[in-house]
């Protein structure tokens, strides 16, 4: 197994500059430029052959409320394919002041691209997102309908207009770079193909798409994007509703801490999957987040829910419903869709199945504690544990084949809330894993296990009182947050042999006060280091920044055996 080498050593030197940046910190500091924003992610392995680039947007975003950029995407005729890789290029530019917007990418329906945008600052600022969309290969081969939704808002106050371009990058197969791996058919699970396809889903709605799928389906996989907004934006920080109502006059946010978004088939439990805690570029304080984002924030990734054990079920020819389910206790919006990958059986023409266990019950009901503690604050904890499984066959033209998706997750909370709701300390622990069999035949022999494991913990501190005068507040925050999910695979009994592994940390700390729409005092700190490996190699990278600068930025490890 894979093992982180340089934590340690990166976390010993923010902290360093963390203390130097307290020291220095005597008299006010107002950062009013930044430099461009910039990331630890890697960035899209590109084949070293002939390609074809398309423009498929070229658009500014102003007062873009309902109002997306709707094209058509056509693959080029001098790069006909097979290709062995596709890439989305997303890159803006902004100046002025405007909050940080939400935005996605559909091609025919299917969401391939959720970003958000970074806060600009007056000199302005530039930046670049890419995004592998080989899976999307199916929907690519033929024009598509292209969508992109950011909504903005632009007036006195908040000037800032986000000028887009993203482009396709087709790169032509050859003997060492083979055709990218893909699926036979993406079913988009979205609301449109000419509007933006994500549904806004608030407490106690659902959102259902109906799918034919081929009639020797065999495999059925779900991507799938949920994201919240507003009060849902912070949802590790929320309270029970009951302590918002009886608080009402702190503006404390309600539904708790706990977050499980759900996919059903034909109105069955099929799978779930355990968000992770996105930081906007305004988020917490926005001077924590200049120039380098928080995990997520620029490239979004999805979560995958494996649906093969209803795949022998979907594969009758006949219509059925695929529905998004938001988190149960949500106090605000949900954001949700995805694509379906499907497999079929080339050697035959009408393939079967049924789901043989399903033990997914509703999302649980969470049982919070609000203790008192010795200064006046009030600890609030919560703390859910939660197993399910899911299991069915396909008859297929080579035999019946058996899946069966085992998924365990522990999640525990605790936040601190004082005086009277304006500082909070939060600290969160989301992890499990989903272990995957499939079976092929009789006897164990034929048997491979897949499992993938998460980490997400969180813990941040924030600080928001609110001044006398309009536009008047200070805005402080810290906050380290990681991401760790790690994937292996045993065949036919034999030993666990690492996929892939993948540990992303970021820790900022910042301040914002404005008094009468005029800044004091503005200033931030953060790091990200990035490590990660997978069968072609290993990629590690460490950036850490100050007062809006990059101060130090180096490859390094990776994961040692």
């Given at each position: 197994?894979?093992?982180?080498?340089?934590?340690?050593?990166?976390?010993?030197?923010?902290?360093?500059?963390?203390?130097?940046?307290t020291?220095?910190?005597?008299?006010?500091?107002?950062?009013?430029?930044?430099?461009?924003?910039?990331?630890?992610?890697?960035?899209?392995?590109?084949?070293?052959?002939?390609?074809?680039?398309?423009?498929?947007?070229q658009?500014?975003?102003?007062?873009?409320?309902?109002?997306?950029?709707?094209?058509?995407l056509?693959?080029?005729?001098?790069?006909?394919?097979p290709?062995?890789?596709?890439?989305?290029?997303?890159?803006?530019?902004?100046?002025?002041?405007?909050?940080?917007?939400?935005?996605?990418?559909?091609?025919?329906?299917?969401?391939?691209?959720?970003?958000?945008?970074?806060?600009?600052?007056?000199?302005?600022?530039?930046?670049?997102?890419?995004?592998?969309?080989?899976?999307?290969?199916?929907?690519?081969?033929?024009?598509?309908?292209?969508?992109?939704?950011?909504?903005?808002?632009?007036?006195?106050?908040?000037?800032?207009?986000?000028?887009?371009?993203?482009?396709?990058?087709?790169?032509?197969?050859?003997?060492?770079?083979?055709?990218?791996?893909?699926?036979?058919?993406?079913?988009?699970?979205?609301?449109?193909?000419?509007?933006?396809?994500?549904?806004?889903?608030?407490?106690?709605?659902?959102a259902?798409?109906?799918?034919?799928l081929?009639?020797?389906?065999?495999?059925?996989?779900?991507?799938?994007?949920?994201?919240?907004?507003?009060?849902?934006?912070?949802?590790?920080?929320?309270?029970?509703?009951?302590?918002?109502?009886?608080?009402?006059?702190?503006?404390?946010?309600?539904?708790?801490?706990?977050?499980e978004?759900?996919?059903?088939?034909?109105?069955?439990?099929a799978?779930?999957?355990?968000?992770?805690?996105?930081?906007?570029?305004?988020?917490?304080?926005?001077?924590?987040?200049?120039?380098?984002?928080?995990?997520?924030?620029?490239?979004?990734?999805?979560?995958?829910?494996?649906?093969?054990?209803?795949?022998?079920?979907?594969?009758?020819?006949?219509?059925?419903?695929?529905?998004?389910?938001?988190?149960?206790?949500?106090?605000?919006?949900?954001?949700?869709?995805?694509?379906?990958?499907?497999?079929?059986?080339?050697?035959?023409?009408?393939?079967?199945?049924?789901?043989?266990?399903?033990?997914?019950?509703?999302?649980?009901?969470?049982?919070?504690?609000?203790?008192?503690?010795?200064?006046?604050?009030?600890?609030?904890?919560?703390?859910?544990?939660?197993?399910?499984?899911?299991?069915?066959?396909?008859?297929?033209?080579?035999?019946?084949?058996?899946?069966?998706?085992?998924?365990?997750?522990?999640?525990?909370?605790?936040?601190?809330?004082?005086?009277?709701?304006?500082v909070?300390?939060?600290?969160?622990?989301?992890?499990?894993?989903?272990?995957?069999?499939?079976?092929?035949?009789?006897?164990?022999?034929?048997r491979?296990?897949?499992?993938?494991?998460?980490?997400?913990?969180?813990?941040?501190?924030?600080?928001?009182?609110?001044?006398?005068?309009?536009?008047?507040?200070?805005a402080?925050?810290?906050?380290?947050?990681?991401?760790?999910l790690?994937?292996?695979?045993?065949?036919?009994?034999?030993?666990?042999?690492?996929?892939?592994?993948?540990?992303?940390?970021?820790?900022?700390?910042?301040?914002?006060?404005?008094?009468?729409?005029?800044?004091?005092?503005?200033?931030?700190?953060?790091?990200?280091?990035?490590?990660?490996?997978?069968?072609?190699?290993?990629?590690?990278?460490?950036?850490?920044?100050?007062?809006?600068?990059?101060?130090?930025?180096?490859?390094?490890?990776?994961?040692?055996?």
């Amino acid at each position: 197994m894979w093992r982180p080498l340089v934590l340690a050593a990166a976390a010993a030197m923010f902290v360093a500059g963390t203390l130097a940046g307290t020291a220095a910190a005597a008299a006010p500091t107002v950062e009013i430029n930044y430099q461009n924003p910039v990331t630890a992610l890697p960035p899209i392995a590109r084949p070293d052959t002939p390609s074809c680039t398309v423009t498929a947007m070229q658009h500014d975003f102003a007062n873009s409320y309902g109002q997306p950029f709707v094209g058509t995407l056509t693959p080029p005729a001098a790069c006909p394919g097979p290709w062995s890789k596709v890439v989305l290029d997303w890159s803006g530019n902004a100046a002025g002041r405007q909050y940080d917007r939400l935005a996605g990418v559909w091609i025919g329906g299917s969401e391939v691209f959720r970003t958000s945008t970074p806060e600009p600052d007056p000199a302005g600022i530039s930046w670049h997102v890419d995004q592998d969309i080989s899976a999307f290969i199916p929907l690519l081969r033929t024009p598509q309908p292209v969508v992109v939704d950011l909504g903005n808002v632009v007036n006195s106050t908040y000037t800032a207009t986000y000028h887009m371009t993203m482009t396709v990058t087709y790169y032509q197969a050859d003997k060492h770079n083979p055709q990218a791996a893909h699926s036979d058919v993406v079913v988009p699970i979205s609301q449109s193909t000419s509007a933006a396809g994500w549904y806004s889903l608030t407490k106690g709605q659902t959102a259902s798409a109906t799918v034919t799928l081929p009639r020797n389906t065999e495999s059925a996989d779900l991507q799938l994007y949920a994201r919240g907004g507003g009060c849902e934006e912070f949802w590790y920080s929320n309270v029970p509703d009951s302590y918002a109502a009886s608080h009402s006059s702190e503006g404390l946010c309600g539904g708790g801490t706990y977050r499980e978004v759900q996919v059903l088939v034909d109105g069955k439990p099929a799978g779930t999957a355990q968000p992770f805690p996105v930081i906007y570029t305004g988020g917490v304080s926005p001077l924590m987040w200049r120039p380098i984002p928080s995990i997520d924030a620029f490239r979004t990734q999805p979560y995958d829910l494996d649906l093969t054990p209803f795949a022998g079920v979907l594969a009758d020819g006949k219509p059925h419903t695929v529905t998004l389910v938001p988190p149960s206790d949500i106090s605000d919006t949900w954001l949700m869709d995805g694509s379906l990958f499907v497999n079929v059986d080339a050697g035959s023409a009408q393939t079967s199945g049924a789901v043989t266990q399903d033990t997914i019950t509703p999302s649980p009901d969470v049982n919070y504690t609000v203790a008192t503690q010795s200064d006046g604050s009030d600890l609030i904890t919560a703390a859910v544990t939660r197993d399910w499984t899911v299991a069915g066959y396909v008859d297929t033209s080579h035999g019946r084949i058996t899946t069966s998706v085992v998924r365990h997750s522990a999640y525990s909370n605790s936040d601190d809330v004082a005086q009277a709701g304006a500082v909070q300390t939060v600290k969160q622990r989301d992890s499990g894993w989903t272990q995957t069999t499939t079976g092929r035949g009789p006897g164990l022999g034929n048997r491979q296990v897949r499992n993938d494991s998460w980490s997400y913990p969180i813990d941040m501190s924030s600080t928001y009182v609110p001044g006398a005068n309009s536009d008047s507040y200070t805005a402080d925050g810290q906050v380290s947050v990681t991401r760790q999910l790690t994937s292996t695979e045993t065949d036919h009994g034999d030993a666990w042999k690492p996929i892939s592994a993948v540990d992303d940390h970021v820790q900022a700390k910042g301040s914002l006060q404005r008094v009468n729409g005029v800044v004091t005092a503005a200033d931030g700190s953060d790091s990200e280091l990035y490590v990660g490996a997978d069968r072609s190699g290993c990629y590690g990278h460490y950036i850490a920044a100050d007062h809006g600068y990059v101060t130090q930025d180096f490859r390094t490890g990776c994961f040692g055996k």
